[in-house]
């Protein structure tokens, strides 16, 4: 059991950094897509997205290219800062991120285009700046939504393989999640440490998914009350 415990802390602590990230990029850029008109929107809305439906390997594969100690952005930083993202959990958890990310992206843009507008331009009527619009109005009432796909990108973030494999590597007590955990269990052919590791990811996974369910139905419930 205790061996299963090491990648379980660590696959909380990603698995939590990542939707953290991911809330705050998701919610921005949602917002950004679902109130502005703008040429290549669209576009946008597809590359945002492209993450959900691209395959894990592909992913990690950019990722390299972008903060590899020769990337564009791995370079950037091993020279200005000596830091590096690669083989670290730091680089798991931007790699979960960018996986969990497209799941807040398109939860916040559906609630915030659910919001009615008319509600927002009274409240810029009677003075409200456009923080005060977003915190009173426009975030309370997409709240549900939001929430809703951020349970969701922390169940993506525990089961991410691919890119965090890619990025991160698999080092025991460093990088090895409880993904990696399972992988590496059943190579060995140890079936025991394998199944606990499976109900521990399940039994979380199962929790966030029911949470997110309930989450929705309360908001579906509100809005046929309106």
């Given at each position: ?120 331009k009274a409240a810029r ?102």
């Open positions: 059991m205790m061996k299963g415990l090491t990648p379980l802390l660590l696959t909380l602590k990603v698995a939590i950094l990542a939707t953290f990230i991911a809330f705050a990029a998701g919610v921005a850029f949602a917002f950004l897509t679902s109130r502005c008109r703008f040429r290549g929107r669209e576009l946008l809305d597809a590359v945002l997205t492209l993450p959900l439906v691209m395959p894990p390997t592909v992913l990690g594969y950019y990722l390299i290219v972008l903060i590899g100690r020769n990337g564009w952005i791995g370079r950037w930083l091993y020279q200005a800062f000596g830091i590096t993202l690669m083989f670290t959990w730091q680089g798991a958890v931007l790699a979960s991120a960018v996986v969990a990310f497209p799941l807040v992206y398109k939860s916040a843009r559906a609630a915030f285009e659910n919001v009615d507008q008319n509600l927002e009527t009677l003075g409200s700046s456009e923080w005060g619009v977003f915190f009173r109005i426009t975030f309370p009432l997409a709240w549900h939504g939001v929430m809703a796909g951020t349970m969701l990108a922390f169940a993506r973030g525990m089961g991410e393989f691919g890119a965090t494999l890619m990025v991160a590597g698999n080092l025991p007590g460093k990088t090895q999640t409880l993904s990696l955990a399972v992988y590496d269990a059943v190579q060995a052919g140890n079936d025991r440490l394998a199944f606990i590791l499976v109900l521990l990811t399940s039994a979380v996974c199962i929790t966030v998914l029911i949470g997110a369910g309930r989450i929705l139905r309360t908001q579906y419930l509100k809005e046929i009350d309106r």
